[in-house]
């Protein structure tokens, strides 16, 4: 194998941001050129490296503190980072085609390819990475990037308050992954995950501390990967442009935490703890989300919220000690959502942005590539057989029902959930007749966005068959299992379907509403309460101490006081002689005084 192949995967977007802003800003047809050809570059790349089954890579030594601290510069190319390099790449070519269609008239065409080159090499950063501290570094670079392309419409005030939101939030958790990875280079003497793995056999007498560092970077992964109680940033999100979102929601940012949890696997299942807690967690963040769906009308946000409970099935596995389950479930759900988010997106363009989804209806016939696509993407996230989602949602309810009965209880509930929100959508926006004026005046969108819902379509419904069942999952043995599970699994999906055709259809207006379900159970305005209470009831505090005691006692007193003394001994700098030498006999008559009197 060429060694310089899977510095190229890496390098090729860094260097097309690069171009990019330092000579073609003003160039958008040539901007978009760049990008696209250095994301087909590393998907190129990617392909061979998984084709010969490469396993080594060049390193160089980045840091070096002789016996104290070594982190190397290095690839790290095992079957899990190939697989996820081809599907990261894959999927952001496919995102970077559409966005030609999607962005063609925007203003910042070539800022937001700059961006999403930035960000596709940062997102390869981490795929590849074989040690903490480089994958923290393109970790935080995530974050950066996803902050610039989440508001890419800065004079929005709304886009831009996302990006904060989104940037703040995932710090919170960030913060606690770099203590856990601190702590795990004071335990093991090294960042390099080759080497922690068979080091944290050593720490196994030491299960508190080993819980500890497995929450705190299980921390990481709830910032990033958007789960509660962290997960208020990802549905904000949806104010940067739809391709984005798709880019944000299918194979890259929330994606990444999940990744992580596979890649140090070593450290989460030290602690059976920590695996519990990982569980539950995803387990409470995929029905929350899936229950705050049931009563969104913006179809981005319904999506949004999707992926939030798709990725608490992930969580859910990775909790379940399931690595396989939980990236069979990843690479299925890459496909279909990125498939619905470019869909919807294909809506909204044609629909001159709107995504209400109350003003829009029968968009089957106006739409009809759209749809179809649509369709395939919403039956393979509610499950339905044979499409690629029936097998890797089942493939997770199967270890849940074989491990922790309370959790599979919970996750087919909310497979139910997600069946009714989805057929919901698809309902409300396809059928029946147009809810505005829009709506009835669309038209299909051009080939270079139907395409890649084509090629997309494609992988969502092929998707959970040989490759990938073969690759990442392994069926349970037990025959009551095999068939039960999947047995439920329909049923929840077609009472979910069910009840939301008998409910919609034909409806022009909500007939359901659930303030608890509408308001998001009300965690935005109990983090703004929290913050007013604490954040910035601190800030008003110190503020008063700043202007009243610091400026106005301190130092405006001092000042104050200094400037007093001065203005009288001016008043003694009158410029006459004959009152100096009046003010030099005074004195003299003083001291005489003092000193005879004394």
Known sequence: MNPILPWLILLAPLVSAAVITLFTLRLKTLSSSISIVAVLVSFACSCLIFAQHTTAAAEFTWIGISGVFQVPFGLTLDPLSRTMAVLVSGVGAVIHIYSLGYMRDDEGKSRYFAALSLFMFAMLGIVLANNFVMLFMFWELVGFTSYVLIGHWFYRDSAADAANKAFITTRIGDFGFMIGILMVWIATGSVVFAEIAPRMSTLASHSTFVTVVALLVFCGAVGKSAQFPLHVWLPDAMEGPTPISALIHAATMVAAGVYMLVRVAFVIQSSQTALLVVAWIGTITAVMAALIATQ???????????????????????????????????????????????????????????????????????????????????LALIGCPPFSGFFSKDAILALAYERDTPIFAVALFTAFLTAFYVIRMLVIVFFGTPHSDIARESRESPPVMTVPLIVLA????????????????????????????????IVALIAGSGLAIALYCNRAVEPVDIKLLRHKFYFDEFYNRLIYWTQELVARVSGFFDRWIIDAGAVGGSSRGTWGVGALLRLVQVGNLQAYVFLFGLGIVALIYFAIFR
């Open 296 to 378: 969104q009308n913006d179809i981005k946000r319904i999506l949004a919220y999707s992926t939030l409970s798709q990725l608490g099935y992930m969580v859910m596995a990775v909790g379940l000690a399931s690595n396989d389950a939980a990236m069979f479930h990843l690479f299925t759900h890459a496909f279909f959502k990125a498939l619905l988010f470019l869909a919807a997106g294909s809506v909204i363009v044609m629909l001159h942005h709107e995504q209400d989804i109350w003003k829009m209806g029968g968009l089957s016939r106006r739409l009809p590539i759209t749809f179809v696509t649509f369709a395939v993407g919403a």
């Open 458 to 489: 494609l992988l969502a419904a092929l998707g959970g068959f040989a490759f990938f069942a073969r690759n990442f999952l392994t069926l349970p043995v037990e025959k009551e299992v095999a068939i039960l599970v999947p047995t439920l699994a």
